[in-house]
Nanobody
Framework: QVRLVDSGGGLVQAGGSLRLSCTIT????????LAWFRRAPGKEREFVAA????????YFRDSVKGRFTISVDNDKNTVLLQMDNLKPEDTAVYYC???????????????WGQGTQVTVTS
């Protein structure tokens, strides 16, 4: 049984930082891309970032480039999303996901975390 547990959200002022984590159990850690998505109130879920293990390529949406980074803790089967210089428009529920069935930037993933709330105040 594959399970993703994401955590690390919270309330922060604009310009602050948060680090989200996604721990994966039940499968080989590096066998499939892992991505982060977010859903703001009243909006569709949107792509944030994705990490491809085999090629070590990471994709980010344009609005977070230079502010968000991805790192990996192989010992803990955990992927971290470091979010710096946060803006109010980053406010959303953030989800990690793995095992895409199409493009890694689409929402077509088999497994999802439960989501963690990020709130950025101005």
């Amino acid at each position: 049984q594959v399970r993703l547990v994401d955590s690390g959200g919270g309330l922060v002022q604009a310009g602050g930082s948060l680090r989200l984590s996604c721990t994966i159990t039940g499968r080989t850690f590096s066998s499939t891309p892992l991505a982060w998505f977010r859903r703001a109130p009243g909006k569709e879920r949107e792509f944030v970032a994705a990490h491809l293990w085999r090629s070590s390529i990471t994709y980010f949406r344009d609005s977070v480039k230079g502010r968000f980074t991805i790192s990996v803790d192989n010992d803990k089967n955990t992927v971290l999303l470091q979010m710096d210089n946060l803006k109010p428009e980053d406010t959303a529920v953030y989800y990690c996901a793995t095992e895409p069935t199409s493009d890694v930037r689409s929402t077509d993933y088999v497994y999802w975390g439960q989501g963690t709330q990020v709130t950025v105040t101005s």
